[in-house]
T-cell receptor, first 115, second 113 residues
Framework: DAGVTQSPTHLIKTRGQQVTLRCSPI?????VSWYQQVLGQGPQFIFQ???????GRGNFPDRFSARQFPNYSSELNVNALLLGDSALYLC??????????????FGPGTRLLVL | AQSVSQHNHHVILSEAASLELGCNYS??????LFWYVQYPGQHLQLLLK??????LVKGIKGFEAEFIKSKFSFNLRKPSVQWSDTAEYFC???????????FGTGTRLKVLA
């Protein structure tokens, strides 16, 4: 089975621009989460989507938004980019068990550099 | 605020040495616990997880972790490390009933051949 896939792998943008990152979950997974990983730190939770609805949000400004499509793939949008948005953006998918979302499986990430 | 602490940021060991990486979290309720590993040039992979039951859980590649509820800890152990264990290790906590996964800052392990 294919794992979580993300595109693009690398991206360079300038301050003030907007960016869209894409994620395809593992087949059968309906939950997708987005994380930001700054160099030297652990992943920071941005959003979780399930069945196209936002189910959780971390401490990120409104410049960050996301959506999930009927095929459970997801996009993360970041507007008005700042230098501090430079990071590795990770997508993770999970199966929804009776306990709720279970183990998250991560994609390779999109490395965003803002100049 | 909920947080996860990994006390060792960098660890250097010789092959065959024993490993213990600390992980403590701050949350009073029930949690799901995870250890993830990131090998050089690869993405995050699940090493092991704890949801309930036996607090000693075994993962892949000979790793194990013990959940001590009274200490809010979930330390990772391996009796004898190998050069191929060189990687960054992340502890993560999911407060049960929420959708947040809170990660620690990671521990970089270097194993000398």
């Amino acid at each position: 089975d294919a794992g979580v896939t993300q595109s693009p792998t690398h991206l360079i943008k300038t301050r003030g621009q907007q960016v869209t990152l894409r994620c395809s979950p593992i087949s059968g997974h309906k939950s997708v989460s987005w994380y930001q990983q700054v160099l030297g730190q652990g992943p920071q939770f941005i959003f979780q989507y399930y069945e196209k609805e936002e189910r959780g949000r971390g401490n990120f400004p409104d410049r960050f938004s996301a959506r999930q499509f009927p095929n459970y793939s997801s996009e993360l949008n970041v507007n008005a980019l700042l230098l501090g948005d430079s990071a590795l953006y990770l997508c993770a998918s999970s199966f929804e068990g009776f306990r709720g979302p279970e183990t998250q499986y991560f994609g390779p990430g999109t490395r965003l550099l803002v100049l | 605020a909920q947080s996860v602490s990994q006390h060792n940021h960098h660890v250097i060991l010789s092959e065959a040495a024993s490993l213990e990486l600390g992980c403590n979290y701050s949350y009073g309720g029930t949690v799901n616990l995870f250890w993830y590993v990131q090998y050089p040039g690869q993405h995050l992979q699940l090493l092991l997880k704890y949801f309930s039951g036996d607090p000693l859980v075994k993962g892949i590649k000979g790793f194990e972790a013990e959940f001590i509820k009274s200490k809010f800890s979930f330390n990772l152990r391996k009796p004898s490390v190998q050069w191929s264990d060189t990687a960054e290790y992340f502890c993560a906590v999911n407060p049960r009933g929420t959708y947040k996964y809170i990660f620690g800052t990671g521990t970089r392990l270097k194993v000398l051949a």
